[in-house]
């Protein structure tokens, strides 16, 4: 079973932590890599990535309807036969 850059990075957390060097410096064929930016560059989300501590959104569903008044009500304005 081959390994992927996003499989090979995943096993180096263990419960969403990392658990490589302080740094967070991974060496890939010889050469030395900031985990972040590897990761970024490889479109790879890790597991304590900032874009998945991002709260997401509420909405608001306490707001009072308002109603649109003179839109609930049907208008007759004349011919409507097209020529």
Same mark, same amino acid.
């Not at 499989?7 to 957390?13: D, G, S």
């Not at 263990?14 to 410096?25: H, L, M, S, T, Y």
């Given at each position: 079973?081959?390994?992927?850059?996003?499989?090979?990075?995943?096993?180096?957390? +263990?419960?969403?932590?990392?658990?490589?060097? &302080?740094?967070?410096?991974? !060496?890939?064929?010889?050469?030395?890599? @900031?985990?972040? /930016?590897?990761?970024?560059?490889?479109?790879?989300?890790?597991?304590?990535? +900032?874009?998945?501590?991002?709260?997401?959104? &509420?909405?608001?569903?306490? !707001?009072?309807?308002?109603?649109?008044? @003179?839109?609930? /009500?049907?208008?007759?304005?004349?011919?409507?036969?097209?020529?």
């Amino acid at each position: 079973m081959a390994f992927t850059h996003e499989k090979l990075l995943n096993k180096m957390f +263990k419960d969403g932590v990392w658990q490589g060097r &302080e740094d967070r410096v991974i !060496v890939i064929a010889g050469v030395e890599h @900031d985990l972040d /930016e590897y990761a970024k560059q490889h479109s790879i989300v890790l597991p304590d990535s +900032k874009a998945e501590k991002k709260a997401k959104k &509420e909405i608001n569903t306490d !707001v009072e309807d308002k109603g649109y008044g @003179d839109m609930e /009500e049907q208008v007759d304005e004349g011919d409507t036969s097209v020529d």
